[in-house]
């Protein structure tokens, strides 16, 4: 991993995964929660049928939705959507696949789109996941998906790194 003494320095391209899973819009959200579970992940991009990126679904949304499923939007609704994640967590506990409504992830997905740069810097990656509260990055080229950074990705960086030997105290 190039830059190994100072991590901030990496790029994108240099942490990103590029075997990314990613979702159709039209797949059911059972199809999905299946999919989460089945792969450990949390969140995955969507794509139409050229492979460009029109979106990014996650857990949050799926157990959002399914608490809000038969709400009618009214004070309520705003609650649910402006729970933080956390919050939204303690409520997977009660979350049951076999539970989902017929809904698609066109229906849950967010399609304001977070993205960088492959030549973005971590830090600049960092700040941004920390500004807008999100775990996962799409790196985009041009609509395409060319890779994503998680969180755990960002760890990663921070615990490879070795301390730099001339700027030891």
Do not use: C, Y
Request: hydrophobic share 45%; no cysteine.
């Amino acid at each position: 991993m190039p830059n190994r003494h100072n991590p901030l320095r990496l790029k994108a391209a240099d942490i990103m995964a590029t075997e990314v899973l990613t979702v159709p819009a039209s797949m059911t959200l059972h199809g999905l929660a299946l999919l989460f579970s089945e792969n450990k992940i949390s969140g995955a991009p969507v794509v139409d049928r050229d492979h460009n990126v029109v979106g990014v679904v996650s857990e949050t949304d799926l157990v959002r939705h399914q608490a809000t499923a038969g709400v009618e939007e009214s004070d309520d609704w705003a609650f649910f959507r402006s729970m933080e994640a956390e919050d939204v967590e303690a409520m997977a506990d009660g979350f049951r696949i076999e539970q989902l409504p017929d809904a698609l992830v066109s229906d849950i997905m967010t399609t304001r789109l977070i993205t960088a740069s492959e030549d973005d810097l971590v830090s600049t990656l960092a700040s941004q996941m920390l500004e807008r509260r999100v775990h996962r990055l799409l790196i985009v080229k041009d609509r395409k998906l060319r890779g994503i950074v998680t969180t755990m990705d960002m760890l990663r960086v921070l615990t490879t790194a070795r301390p730099d030997p001339f700027h030891e105290r």
